[in-house]
């Protein structure tokens, strides 16, 4: 009956302290909900989510050597876990190993093979040139946050041209649309598309949106035109021809009044 009393007593604090972690967790408190994981995991060391969670937590704290030795200890629990594989290709990306980012995003698609893992290796783009990016693209990223587009821009083209980190391509698109640069801009809007229909990305709403809005910028309407027809196209391949949704069928319909008003009396 004792032990019996002592085991709920150890659940219940492990609950309160899991209660603890998630809520600090969604609230972007990281060191408060590292703290409240690593309380539970004193309890029992061998608990796989547990120590991927504080791998995560280490993560957004920028402390990358600590988030790395939490992956690395869950991974010895579940070698081929899936999941951890891409979370260690997140972790790499991040800090701006970009080589060791391809390495583990290729061992996650041997284990299971997803659109949104072959999306990354793209992103990833020419890892042999992209080591040692992590503080330019927070540099850079943070300069386009506070709106100093013409600091960001050539730091932008350094990592998307130099360093192959394809999915720039997106953040180059928003800085030559601020500075009014809209050729550029929509040439790169252009290729953000063209790699989001290739992949049938979960980003093509956005992509086909940002290429939208500059060439309505532009008014060329034809081109627009051309856009709805290549999304259309895609979608009834895909098999998803309801996310052509009513709202783009309402642009759609202006677009080709726009276009061919000249014919009305």
Not at 13 to 41: C, H, N, P, V
Not at 97 to 110: I, P, S, V
Not at 176 to 189: H, S
Not at 201 to 214: T, Y
């Amino acid at each position: 009956m004792k032990f019996e009393y002592l085991n709920l007593v150890g659940r219940g604090k492990t609950k309160s302290f899991l209660d603890k972690a998630k809520s600090a967790q969604r609230s972007g408190r990281w060191a408060e909900a590292y703290e409240a994981y690593r309380m539970i995991l004193k309890k029992d060391d061998r608990r796989f989510g547990v120590l991927v969670q504080m791998g995560h937590m280490s993560k957004e704290m920028e402390n990358f050597s600590q988030a790395e030795a939490h992956y690395a200890e869950a991974l010895t629990l579940k070698p081929q876990d899936w999941d951890l594989h891409v979370q260690f290709g997140h972790l790499y990306n991040r800090s701006g190993d970009l080589a060791k980012a391809k390495d583990w995003y290729k061992r996650a698609n041997g284990i299971h093979p997803t659109v949104e893992i072959s999306e990354l290796l793209d992103t990833v783009g020419d890892a042999q040139y992209a080591n040692d990016t992590g503080a330019l693209r927070k540099k850079t990223l943070e300069q386009m946050d506070s709106r100093r587009f013409h600091l960001a821009l050539p730091n932008a083209k350094l990592l998307y041209e130099q360093h192959g980190l394809r999915d720039f391509d997106v953040i180059l698109g928003h800085a030559y649309r601020e500075l009014g640069r809209y050729e550029e801009a929509k040439e790169m809007y252009g290729y953000y598309f063209d790699r989001c229909l290739k992949s049938n990305s979960k980003h093509l709403n956005d992509a086909s949106w940002h290429l939208m809005n500059i060439l309505e910028i532009s008014e060329e309407n034809q081109e627009i035109l051309k856009l709805f027809s290549r999304l259309k196209n895609h979608y009834a391949e895909a098999g998803n021809f309801s996310d052509f949704d009513g709202e783009r069928a309402e642009l759609l319909q202006s677009h080709i009044g726009k276009s061919y008003g000249v014919f009305r009396g």
